[in-house]
């Protein structure tokens, strides 16, 4: 059964930073494209970053770009989120996501509606 694992959250102080890992089992993420996104209670979900199979094209959300930065280790079948110079308005449940075809644009993946298959989710939390 394929499923996505998300790790690495937590509380940190304003400024500091964050790796969050997102583990694949059941498929090669090789193959896929994929995807970082955020909820923060009582807001909708916020697309964060998106890379592609190859690594070669990035996707980052207005709010975070600059900020973070996604990578991938098919040697791993996972994917990273690094968060530097954390903000407050950062706090949420971070997601990975995975889409199975390839999308008819790269701006695509900047929508959740884009994404098959999600994570569990894993918290961050700046404090001021």
């Known amino acids: 059964q394929e499923q996505l694992v998300e790790s690495g959250g937590g509380l940190v102080q304003g400024g500091g930073s964050l790796r969050l890992s997102c583990a694949a089992s059941g498929r090669t993420i090789s193959s896929y494209a994929m995807g970082w996104f955020r909820q923060a209670p009582g807001k909708e979900r916020e697309f964060v970053a998106a890379l592609s199979r190859d690594g070669a094209n990035t996707l980052y959300g207005k709010s975070v770009k600059g900020r973070f930065t996604m990578s991938r280790d098919h040697t791993k079948n996972t994917v990273y989120l690094q968060l530097n110079s954390l903000k407050p308005e950062d706090t949420a449940e971070y997601y990975c996501?995975?889409?199975?075809?390839?999308?008819?644009?790269?701006?695509?993946?900047?929508?959740?509606?884009?994404?098959?298959?999600w994570g569990q989710g894993t918290q961050v939390t700046v404090s001021t």
């Open positions: 996501a995975l889409r199975w075809a390839p999308a008819p644009s790269f701006a695509t993946y900047g929508s959740s509606d884009s994404y098959d298959l």
